[in-house]
């Protein structure tokens, strides 16, 4: 998988082998450390490669000692997935949360009635600092997530963090803890990948604060540039964006300093597919068409 990264994109490369009773997942190829705090130390990497295996291989089994001994992770050391201090990591789920994908895509040509296609993966994570209309400094973080992969069987899930499990703020929560006033917040059309099963959908947050004076935005964020791709046939899904005024930043990533009255929308990547579209039940084109799901074609 490759992802947005920070300064460049950052590759994962994983090689999955069975050896006896055992499965060996080596990180040999990825990207080297980040200047950004984007890295990743290797018990993170250990946790987020043996739940990717987990719900593929045995998710029914309970999670005890013997679930995991027979399952071998190793990421060269000075990898983005495997470095010593001091190296930054503070947001290391950037990188971490494509692990379980990464592990799939491994996986797909043995067990390719088990696995999803790609999904968004990473949260993401939206900080607004500045003052209230009283003249109070605030600070208010909340996250955010865009759609799963399809799997063999069903759609993938809209706005569903995975592998995270991380849940959305609601709108009323955010507007009651801090200035910010959520003007929009849907799902996004189309942003599925399209497939024998659909890619779950992105979403739309469109943001103003409640201020007279600048304020300060942030966003960890991914797949901007590189989109979740489908599998055995399916689409991929469309990359996310953050837009100010209308217009995309240089980096989306990057702090912005914005003046009181600017709106903040944030579209969040959508899944990829999962088989051949022709091969879709049309009572399932049927419904993504009545529900909005998709956008007709002209």
Known sequence: ITSDGFDEPITIKARCEVKGDELWIDYTGSSHASRRGINVVMNYTLAYTTYGVKVIVSPDVPNNEGAFRPVRITAPEGSILNVKHPAPVAARHVVGHFLPHVVAGALSQALPDRVMAEGSANIWGVQVAGKDLAGSPFTYIFFTSGGTGARATKDGLSATAFPSG???????????????????????????????????????????????EPFVCSILCDRTRTRAQGFFGGQPGATGQVLINGRPPANPKAEQILPPDAVVEIRLPGGGGYGQAEERDGELIRRDLREGYVVPAP
């Not at 917040?185 to 007279?212: D, N, Y």
Request: aromatic share 2%; glycine share 18%.
């Open 166 to 212: 991380v849940l959305g703020t609601p709108a009323e929560v955010i507007e009651t803890l801090s200035p910010l006033l959520i003007e929009k917040k849907e799902l996004r059309p189309g942003s599925g990948g399209a497939g024998k099963f659909r890619g779950g959908l992105g979403q739309t947050i469109q943001l103003r604060v409640r201020t007279r």
